[in-house]
């Protein structure tokens, strides 16, 4: 069974950036295709970004495009999300999860994935 951990949230000023990373244990994440999702308080969990498992396609939601960008480092078996330029309303906890049951539900959708991490809060003050 994969475990997924999350990490680099935190603070930040409108503007700036932060990286997150989300290390795997268990497993390597190399066959899988991971996402990032995020929820602000009072909100539903929301798609970030994603990377397929093969092709390494990557897809991210329109908000942050030009803004996040998703990578793996397969040696590493980590996933990342490089984020810039962020905005008050990319305040939330942000989870990374992995398709290891390689379903053919959207990217998008919070459904696909079946191991999620706890999660790391990222607040971005105006």
């Known amino acids: 069974q994969v475990q997924l951990v999350e990490s680099g949230g935190g603070l930040v000023q409108a503007g700036g950036s932060l990286r997150l990373s989300c290390a795997a244990s268990?497993?390597?994440?190399?066959?899988?295709?991971m996402g990032w999702f995020r929820q602000a308080p009072g909100k539903e969990r929301e798609f970030v970004a994603a990377i397929s498992r093969v092709t390494g396609v990557t897809y991210v939601r329109d908000s942050v495009k030009g803004r996040f960008t998703i990578s793996r480092d397969n040696a590493k078996n980590t996933v990342y999300l490089q984020m810039s330029s962020l905005k008050p309303e990319d305040t939330g906890i942000y989870f990374c999860a992995a398709d290891t049951l390689l379903k053919s539900t959207s990217y998008y959708s919070p459904g696909r994935y079946d191991i999620w991490g706890q999660g790391t809060q990222v607040t971005v003050s105006s």
């Open positions: 268990g497993r390597t994440l190399s066959g899988y295709t």
